[in-house]
């Protein structure tokens, strides 16, 4: 079992570029989430989705799009990056009726120049 | 407007002593909360959860306490090891909504 794995790994964009994040969990869990970490700012949730084919805003929605077309996959969109995008951003699932433990992925290191 | 707040970003202690962990949130209608441990490169991991039906929880050396007319949680850590040095999220949440908050984070360094 992988869990929860992330791509890329790294990534350097140039202002207004876009790209996609892809997140893929291999335990079925039905609920994935994707965060960015920054600085000072902890862990803020950007989109989350509480199964295929659906999608909510979290608390920093602004900027990116999300769409869970597999239960499997969940994908993260920046249509026209902006430095203020450089961060950490971390993918999370949970399953079952339990709220215990988010499991996370590795991470994706973004930096827009 | 932070609903869940660390207000201490850094914390040392000594090998073998206790280490307190603080996190404050505000929104009342959190009924569930969690700890997480975060090494740098990697994703957080869960460490251990409350319900806001318990005001304590025990795992081997990990407590939380609940003190919900304080609308404060507290992590505890004993007896703390170099091992434990990481940076740790608190994270709160509404039954229903599966929407977690986190904390800033605080980042703890056990002194050997």
């Known amino acids: 079992n992988a869990g929860v794995t992330q791509t890329p790994k790294f990534r350097v964009l140039k202002t207004g570029q876009s790209m996609t994040l892809l997140c893929a969990q291999d335990m079925n869990h039905e609920y994935m989430y994707w965060y960015r970490q920054d600085p000072g700012m902890g862990l803020r949730l950007i989109h989350y989705s509480v199964g295929e084919g659906t999608t909510a805003k979290g608390e920093v929605p602004d900027g990116y799009n999300v769409s869970r077309l597999k239960k499997q996959n969940f994908l993260l969109g920046l249509e026209s990056a902006a430095p203020s995008q450089t961060s950490v951003y971390f993918c999370a699932t949970i399953g079952g009726s339990s709220y215990n433990e988010q499991f996370f992925g590795p991470g994706t290191r973004l930096t827009v120049l | 407007d932070q609903q869940v707040k660390q207000n201490s970003p850094s914390l040392s202690v000594q090998e073998g002593r206790i280490s307190i962990l603080n996190c404050d949130y505000t929104?009342?209608?959190?009924?569930?909360f969690l700890w997480y441990k975060k090494y740098p490169a990697e994703g957080p991991t869960f460490l251990i959860s409350i319900s806001s039906i318990k005001d304590k929880n025990e795992d081997g050396r990990f407590t939380v306490f609940l003190n919900k007319s304080a609308k404060h949680l507290s992590l505890h850590i004993v007896p703390s090891q170099p091992g434990d040095s990481a940076v740790y999220f608190c994270a709160a949440i509404t039954s229903g909504t599966y929407k977690y908050i986190f904390g800033t984070g605080t980042r703890l360094k056990v002194l050997a």
């Open positions: 929104n009342s209608m959190f009924d569930y």
